[in-house]
């Protein structure tokens, strides 16, 4: 049985929210992608104190990223920091600028933070870097996690999965780790992306505008072997052009160097790409490709999942 074959199978026989609505079908209760922040705000954090509290105790997958932050954050204030550990980690896919971020948050929030290592590399799914490579990184991760949490005597793995998580695009990651026991806080609480800002902005947290930053195998293109000598030039090339962009005077939020194998696919904010594209010279940093290209429609999130197909199409 082929890899994918298997985790579908896998799918199949556990319960939960179906694999249709990890495509982007609607999920009842929960607010859709985009919506605007109103007075459920309140109602919503108050779902999400009170299934932290039933919860008890949890170990927090903690990529340093603004959801995940704010989950930490949400479940030291209920349960408090002895209830509470945090968890990123380690691997040739995480960027070492976001390894030392989530050390530095957690540091400021007083709460233990563990970094142990993964091995998405020793699954042949994930280094084949098919459409379901996310399915392989999750399932990596939990099942390192659980049995830490185990460990430290702690009831629940936790994620910072969101409600607009879940009704946006195909994310067999998400199914990964509720196959595997993980809770998703946020998602039960029904919070969404700007409600998890927004909370973050009200109490003070630096990461409520971070901008997203996606594992460093989300660079590559699908279908191309994902490798540490992969994942390191990608993470090179993008630390070298975000400074040359910062030294030109043109700082960027989002910036993404796609590997199309020979070729680097540059994406900046829409309102960069054209300032950029004047600027060829700043290109030369990115090093170890044959060609240097700009994406001239700019950054968009996720969008190597724009060739996808969803199942049933």
Same mark, same amino acid.
């Given at each position: 049985?082929?890899?994918?074959?298997?985790?579908?199978?896998? #799918?199949?026989?556990?319960?939960? &929210?179906?694999?249709?609505?990890?495509?982007?079908?609607?999920?009842?209760?929960?607010?859709?992608?985009?919506?605007?922040?109103?007075?459920?705000?309140?109602?919503?954090?108050?779902?999400?104190?009170?299934?932290?509290?039933?919860?008890?105790?949890?170990?927090?997958?903690?990529?340093?990223?603004? !959801?995940?932050?704010? =989950? /930490?954050?949400?479940?030291?204030?209920? /349960?408090?920091?002895?209830?509470?550990? +945090?968890?990123?980690?380690?691997?040739?896919?995480?960027?070492?600028?976001? =390894?030392?971020?989530?050390?530095?948050? *957690?540091?400021?929030?007083?709460?233990?933070?563990?970094?142990?290592?993964?091995?998405?590399?020793?699954?042949?799914?994930?280094?084949? $870097?098919?459409?379901?490579? @996310?399915?392989? @990184?999750?399932?990596?991760?939990?099942?390192?996690?659980?049995?830490? %949490?185990?460990? /430290?005597?702690? %009831?629940?793995?936790?994620?910072?999965? $969101?409600?607009?998580?879940?009704?946006?695009?195909?994310?067999?990651?998400?199914?990964?780790? %509720?196959?595997?026991?993980?809770?998703? &806080?946020?998602? !039960?609480?029904?919070?969404?992306?700007?409600?998890?800002?927004?909370?973050?902005?009200?109490?003070?947290?630096?990461?409520?505008?971070?901008?997203? *930053?996606? @594992?460093? +195998?989300?660079?590559?293109?699908?279908?191309?072997?994902?490798?540490?000598?992969?994942?390191?030039?990608?993470?090179?090339?993008?630390?070298?052009?975000?400074? %040359?962009?910062?030294? +030109?005077? #043109?700082?960027?939020? $989002?910036?993404?160097?796609?590997?199309?194998?020979?070729?680097?696919?540059?994406?900046?904010?829409?309102?960069?790409?054209?300032?950029?594209?004047?600027? &060829?010279?700043?290109?030369?940093?990115?090093?170890?490709?044959?060609?240097?290209?700009?994406?001239?429609?700019?950054?968009?999130?996720?969008?190597? $999942?724009?060739?996808?197909?969803?199942?049933?199409?």
């Amino acid at each position: 049985m082929s890899t994918s074959a298997s985790w579908a199978a896998e #799918l199949s026989e556990v319960s939960g &929210p179906s694999e249709a609505a990890a495509w982007g079908d609607s999920t009842p209760g929960f607010s859709a992608p985009g919506s605007v922040v109103g007075s459920d705000l309140d109602k919503r954090l108050a779902r999400l104190a009170a299934g932290l509290a039933e919860l008890g105790s949890v170990l927090v997958a903690f990529s340093g990223g603004a !959801d995940s932050a704010f =989950l /930490l954050t949400a479940a030291v204030r209920t /349960l408090g920091v002895d209830a509470v550990v +945090a968890a990123t980690a380690v691997s040739s896919s995480l960027p070492d600028a976001e =390894l030392r971020a989530a050390t530095s948050f *957690a540091a400021e929030l007083g709460v233990r933070h563990l970094t142990p290592s993964t091995n998405e590399m020793g699954r042949a799914g994930y280094r084949a $870097n098919g459409s379901d490579r @996310c399915y392989f @990184c999750k399932a990596e991760l939990t099942e390192t996690l659980r049995p830490l %949490a185990d460990s /430290l005597g702690l %009831a629940h793995v936790v994620t910072g999965t $969101n409600a607009d998580d879940a009704v946006a695009g195909f994310r067999p990651g998400i199914r990964a780790a %509720a196959v595997r026991g993980a809770r998703t &806080p946020l998602w !039960d609480a029904g919070l969404t992306k700007a409600e998890v800002r927004e909370a973050s902005r009200r109490w003070g947290l630096s990461t409520w505008d971070k901008p997203a *930053a996606a @594992c460093l +195998a989300s660079r590559i293109s699908y279908g191309t072997e994902v490798s540490p000598a992969r994942l390191a030039r990608v993470e090179r090339a993008e630390v070298a052009l975000r400074l %040359a962009m910062a030294t +030109a005077e #043109l700082g960027v939020t $989002n910036l993404r160097v796609r590997d199309l194998d020979d070729t680097a696919l540059v994406e900046v904010d829409a309102d960069r790409v054209g300032a950029l594209t004047a600027r &060829p010279d700043l290109l030369a940093v990115v090093e170890g490709f044959d060609r240097v290209e700009i994406d001239q429609r700019g950054f968009r999130s996720g969008s190597m $999942n724009e060739l996808l197909t969803p199942p049933g199409h």
